[in-house]
């Protein structure tokens, strides 16, 4: 069975600096891995989707790396600002029915 | 495009009574799924369907029904509500199987008393 785990669960950091969020799975035989943003309350905003082939995805200050073969990924944040706070999942597609397996989350706060 | 569509925001239900989640998309994407989200945790699968008249069971799925007649719509069906259910519960389609993204609704938050 596929697990997903997200580390730190809980994440402070001043403005501007860049952070790193890791999500790691314990079964490499996936087809894909999608990072997706929560704000409280809402639902879930797609940021970056990298197909199993690929070791990297680009947008704007955030960039995903994917290396399968030691079941990690990590989510790379430049220049923080107070509007990326918010809470970061990672979720693994085994390509069964394109159905997702969840991480529980990293809450990110940026302070002014 | 509204994207994907979910009502009721909110519903407080007593114990034992029954209600359908609705969820809609006008993507015209095949892939449809429901998920709960309970606090702290991340998301789990209850139902997907691949298209119309196709559903089958995710990780949790007892308790709750499915129906997929068309392609546009995959209501959910919680009968006898337990307090179990307290939740928030998450709508998302999918083109197909291919390199593509699955989109979320906004959620139906469900509280069972």
């Known amino acids: 069975k596929q697990e997903v785990t997200q580390i730190p669960a809980a994440l402070s950091v001043p403005e501007g600096e860049n952070l790193v969020l890791n999500c790691s799975f314990t079964?490499?035989?996936?087809?894909?891995l999608q990072w997706f943003r929560q704000d409280p309350g809402k639902g879930l905003t797609s940021l970056l989707l990298?197909?199993?082939?690929?070791r990297e995805q680009t947008s704007g200050r955030l960039n995903a790396s994917l290396d399968k073969s030691s079941g990690r990924s990590t989510l790379y944040i430049a220049a923080s600002q107070p509007g990326d706070s918010a809470t970061y999942l990672c979720?693994?597609?085994?390509?069964?029915?394109?159905?997702?397996?969840f991480g529980t989350g990293t809450r990110l706060q940026v302070t002014l | 495009n509204a994207g994907v569509t979910q009502t009721p925001k909110f519903r407080i239900l007593k114990i034992g009574q029954s209600m359908t989640l609705q969820c809609a998309q006008d993507?015209?994407?095949?892939?449809m799924y429901w998920y709960r989200q309970d606090p702290g945790m991340g998301l789990k699968l209850i139902y997907y369907?691949?298209?119309?008249?196709?559903?089958d069971k995710g990780e949790v799925p007892n308790g709750y029904n499915v129906s997929r007649s068309t392609t546009e719509d995959f209501p959910l069906r919680l009968e006898l509500a337990a307090p179990s259910q307290t939740s928030v519960y998450f709508c998302?389609?999918?083109?197909?199987?291919?390199?593509?993204?699955?989109?979320f609704g906004p959620g139906t938050r469900l509280t069972v008393l």
């Open positions: 998302a389609s999918r083109r197909d199987s291919s390199y593509n993204e699955q989109f």
């Open positions: 079964d490499s035989a996936i087809y894909n």
């Open positions: 990298i197909q199993s082939s690929q």
């Open positions: 979720a693994v597609d085994t390509g069964t029915a394109s159905k997702l397996t």
């Open positions: 993507m015209n994407h095949n892939y």
């Open positions: 369907s691949v298209g119309a008249g196709i559903t």
